[in-house]
């Protein structure tokens, strides 16, 4: 068994190593571009938002009131005259990416120390890049690759958003993988 303070490096590393995958993702190749809609009539509806006074949160529409409610005739009605779906409001301001890309950095530690914890408990010291890229990839590829397909299933975000998240998600997996194989410690 190997603690996480042995792990650190890699644990540094491999966040540095999926930011900047990510980075050039997003701004590089924008294939990301299409993921989101403009709202048909948005100046209407966020005018409505406002009047109404929707606050920051998430919410559903319709949004029955019980489990109850969602089977009551009045509420098929309405799902079936529509639209139907999640959104979620921020608060008014520009947005915050520089906080958004603070809390991913910490984000890509976060799944480091997950990645490291069970490579420490099933690798040893010394242990062969095959085995260790093998463990770390898998390990990391349920943190980056798989956090969003509940977004498709409960949600209903389109399977071909979350696909490429999921690829993106196996990007950073391999870089994650790839640097705890090159930076596992040696045997002592």
């Not at 999926?18 to 990301?32: G, N, P, W």
């Not at 920051?56 to 639209?83: L, T, W």
Request: charged fraction near 10%; hydrophobic fraction near 55%.
């Amino acid at each position: 068994m190997i603690n996480l303070a042995a792990l650190w490096l890699p644990i540094l590393v491999a966040a540095v190593l999926v930011f900047i995958v990510s980075s050039v993702l997003h701004m590089a190749l924008k294939y990301h571009k299409g993921d989101v809609k403009k709202l048909p009539g948005e100046a209407d509806i966020l005018a409505a938002m406002r009047k109404a006074g929707a606050t920051r949160g998430d919410y559903m529409f319709p949004c029955p009131a019980s489990m109850k409610d969602m089977a009551s005739p009045e509420m098929i009605e309405r799902y079936k005259q529509g639209p139907v779906g999640f959104v979620t409001l921020y608060p008014p301001g520009a947005p915050a990416i520089g906080k958004s890309l603070g809390q991913w950095f910490v984000w890509c530690i976060v799944v480091g120390v997950f990645v490291a914890y069970i490579a420490g408990l099933a690798l040893p010291r010394g242990a062969a890049y095959a085995p260790v890229f093998r463990v770390t990839t898998a390990v990391a590829m349920l943190g980056y690759a798989f956090s969003n397909v509940t977004n498709s299933i409960w949600k209903g975000c389109s399977w071909a958003t979350t696909a490429k998240f999921v690829f993106d998600g196996v990007l950073y997996a391999l870089a994650t993988g790839a640097t705890f194989a090159w930076l596992w410690p040696a045997a002592a």
